[in-house]
């Protein structure tokens, strides 16, 4: 069966790949000053969204559009230095482990049946990870990071990597094999800093469609898988060690939250409901009417809202599976028996439906499952035909979202928006504390970028929204921004600047910069 979700025609795109466009211009009446603080060294610390990460890789095209360097170019009307990145080799994106690939090459848009499409663009990358830059580096955004693997030691050995010990792209550029991210930072000096952390902190969980645990009570983070929501204790922890040790120096700094991340492309591309009876075509009257057997069962165990039915008329919800169901898989089984089945094929629906049940409009299905929805799952089916199912059947039995229920990592359910939301709300508190406390400008990017989701946001130009690929927010990842999206930003943080410190730093035009990729590039 064919995959079902299709992209729609991307039309009004930034097409072509661009150098950022600094406003260097300097009005005659206009006269820009720092303030009361002291930007001469400027020091970025953060994960992927500070580093530049975009289209699923980072690359020197995105790094050259963050918004510390666009920041930093913006400084030097008043007073600002020079600001080094750890420049990647080039803008295919992908790392190498001792010449093997590690990670996949940015994404791009490419004619697929005469669609455009996010596709990895082809090429071998060049960025070797045990090639390790010398010097000190302004921008110390580590993608992947979170808020406590700032302050771990040997984070950037690359020995660690293959393990998930250690980060691939904090092996390119930490000062030793045992240093930390924040002893990196601090050792410079820096005058003026941003920190924005914490994103991973809940973004791991819930791009895995809440396949992981939230850790609260758990004040341990060497236990914590990389999916792992963070104990908010642990964060407060941290957090306030990052800022003290970053404030130490400098005359002053900026801090931001941690956005919605459901509110993001990754979530709401995805329809909950693409199952149409063009899409389904002859082959729904049969699954119909296996379904209603299915649901006489789910009738008599008093779980009539765990039916399953495809419209005849218009889009119907995936089949999903939902783990925070009682498990009823013994019990479907036996009123299956009694209602004729035989025990083999009883055993296998009450096994696959005994946590099944339709997606509805709660339901956030993730940006990878498009990729899966309609196709079959060739593990689904080993498993079938080992316990002797024939292979035909069996096929039958493993087509995602249709008669194979799609699996937790493609589905975020309403009891995991929760767990995402209210850790996020506490984290945001701790921040927005900790700024207070330390006269610290703050940057509340939860609500600007809510606001881009929600209504959109007019520049001078135009409008940036969330919408996937022609919004001109967010990059073909889903969840990073693009150029234009990062200009936002700066701007943003330019703004609080200026109220916190009476600065008057100039800000940028946003239309200058890309809203998204090249196609093919």
């Not at 406003?23 to 720092?34: F, G, K, L, P, T």
């Not at 204790?233 to 002053?252: C, H, I, K, P, R």
């Not at 799609?406 to 995402?420: A, H, K, T």
């Not at 940036?464 to 967010?474: C, H, K, P, V, Y």
């Amino acid at each position: 069966m064919k995959n079902y979700i299709k992209y729609t025609a991307i039309l009004a795109l930034s097409l072509v790949a661009c150098e950022p466009e600094f406003d260097e211009s300097i009005e005659d009446d206009q006269v820009y000053n720092q303030g009361e603080a002291n930007f001469e060294n400027y020091v970025a610390v953060g994960n992927s969204l500070t580093a530049g990460y975009a289209d699923n890789a980072l690359y020197v095209q995105g790094q050259k559009n963050s918004f510390p360097n666009i920041l930093a170019q913006q400084f030097k009307h008043v007073g600002g230095g020079d600001f080094k990145q750890p420049l990647m080799n080039g803008n295919l994106g992908g790392l190498l482990l001792n010449g093997t690939q590690i990670a996949g090459n940015r994404l791009t848009l490419s004619l697929v049946n005469g669609m455009p499409a996010p596709t990895p663009i082809a090429g071998t990358p060049t960025t070797e990870i045990t090639n390790t830059l010398t010097g000190s580096f302004n921008n110390m955004g580590v993608p992947g990071a979170k808020s406590f693997h700032l302050i771990a030691p040997g984070y950037g050995n690359a020995i660690g990597v293959p393990s998930g010990m250690a980060n691939p792209y904090f092996a390119r550029f930490r000062s030793s094999e045992n240093a930390t991210v924040l002893e990196d930072a601090v050792a410079q000096n820096p005058t003026f800093f941003s920190l924005w952390i914490g994103n991973n902190d809940v973004l791991g969980y819930a791009a895995a469609g809440g396949a992981g645990v939230n850790q609260q009570g758990n004040l341990d983070p060497s236990t914590y898988g990389s999916n792992d929501i963070t104990d908010v204790n642990v964060f407060a922890s941290v957090y306030s060690q990052e800022v003290d040790a970053l404030t130490a120096s400098a005359s002053g700094g900026v801090v931001l939250n941690i956005p919605n991340v459901t509110s993001t492309p990754y979530f709401n591309t995805v329809p909950y409901n693409p199952l149409t009876p063009t899409l389904l075509g002859e082959q729904l009257p049969t699954l119909n009417a296996t379904y209603a057997q299915l649901n006489q069962a789910f009738a008599f165990l008093g779980v009539p809202e765990r039916a399953i039915q495809f419209s005849t008329s218009g889009a119907s919800g995936l089949v999903i599976h939902d783990e925070s169901l009682t498990d009823l898989s013994a019990q479907l089984t036996q009123v299956l028996i009694g209602g004729g089945f035989d025990p083999q094929t009883a055993a296998i629906y009450g096994a696959q439906y005994g946590q099944a049940r339709q997606a509805n409009a709660n339901d956030l299905l993730v940006l990878t499952s498009s990729s899966v929805i309609g196709t079959v799952n060739m593990d689904r089916i080993a498993e079938l035909m080992a316990v002797g199912v024939p292979e035909q059947t069996a096929g039958q039995l493993a087509v995602n979202g249709v008669t194979y229920p799609m699996q937790d990592q493609y589905v975020l359910l309403p009891s995991e928006q929760e767990d995402v939301a209210t850790a996020t709300a506490v984290f945001n508190q701790i921040i927005k504390g900790v700024a207070a406390q330390k006269g610290l400008a703050f940057v509340d990017a939860n609500v600007l970028l809510d606001r881009v989701a929600t209504s959109g946001i007019n520049y001078d130009g135009g409008t940036i929204t969330s919408e996937f690929a022609t919004g001109g927010a967010f990059s073909l990842d889903g969840i990073h921004l693009t150029p234009r999206g990062y200009a936002f930003m700066a701007n943003q943080i330019i703004n609080s600047i200026n109220t916190t410190y009476n600065s008057t730093i100039p800000k940028v035009n946003i239309g200058y910069y890309s809203g998204g990729p090249a196609i093919g590039e």
